[in-house]
């Protein structure tokens, strides 16, 4: 499919190991998101990259959390020493620039990683 | 205080009734306002933008926008079991949506 995709769909890892999530945005899309989302909670940003620009670090909760994106297209979110407040479902989403109108807003969302820190 | 209040529900109602779901905000800098649709196990999907505030219609959806209260409403008319899902607001300063602020979802029911 044309969508945004990521791997893998569920994570169960125990306390304190390394895990590494990925997103395969849109091709085409210049924008790419992650975010988190809790159980009865919002979706809360963590990063997010524009093209060959700096990304917007500025959600991410701690330094044990880092996300690259590669070649401008497929990223991965690593959360090192995982806790259990990290349980969560991890959402990557991308979006077309340089377009005028109401279609610049439109995120297009994956399902989302979910993760589980035993 | 969070910077988008919505009421998590959850939400029930019979097939066929109008629902309305509603955010409120603190920061008068928002513009851009949105609504997102989430299946159980999906990702969010975008409903309905609006710029500023007036209202904007799509089919059964009608979203308002009042900026003076800071307060945004999405009605659904002759609801369907279908519509059952996460109902998230969302919103953003500026057009280039760098960063999207979300409510924390109103969970909607529609029983058949």
């Known amino acids: 499919g044309a969508g945004v995709s990521q791997s893998p769909s569920n994570k169960v890892t125990e306390k304190g190991k390394d895990v590494e999530l990925r997103c395969d945005p849109i091709s085409g899309h210049t924008a790419l998101y992650w975010y988190r989302q809790s159980l009865g909670q919002g979706l809360e940003f963590l990063i997010y990259f524009q093209g060959n620009s700096a990304p917007d670090k500025s959600g991410l909760p701690s330094d044990r959390f880092s996300a690259e994106r590669t070649g401008g297209s497929v990223s991965t979110l690593t959360i090192q020493r995982t806790q259990q407040e990290d349980s969560a479902v991890y959402l990557c989403?991308?979006?077309?620039?340089?377009?005028?109108?109401?279609?610049?807003?439109?995120?297009?969302f994956g399902p989302g990683t979910r993760l589980l820190v035993l | 205080q969070k910077e988008v209040e919505q009421d998590p529900g959850p939400l029930s109602v019979p097939e066929g009734a109008i629902v309305s779901l509603n955010c409120t905000y603190s920061n008068s800098a928002f513009q851009y306002f949105m609504w997102y649709r989430q299946y159980s196990r999906k990702g969010p999907e975008l409903l309905m933008y609006t710029y500023s505030s007036g209202n904007k219609e799509d089919g059964r959806f009608t979203a308002q926008v009042d900026k003076s209260s800071k307060y945004i409403s999405l009605f659904i008319r002759d609801s369907q079991p279908s519509d059952s899902a996460t109902y998230l607001c969302?919103?953003?300063?500026?057009?280039?949506?760098?960063?999207?602020?979300f409510g924390s979802g109103t969970r909607l029911s529609i029983r058949p």
């Open positions: 969302a919103m953003s300063a500026d057009s280039s949506a760098s960063k999207i602020i």
């Open positions: 989403a991308s979006r077309i620039t340089g377009l005028a109108g109401p279609s610049q807003e439109t995120q297009y």
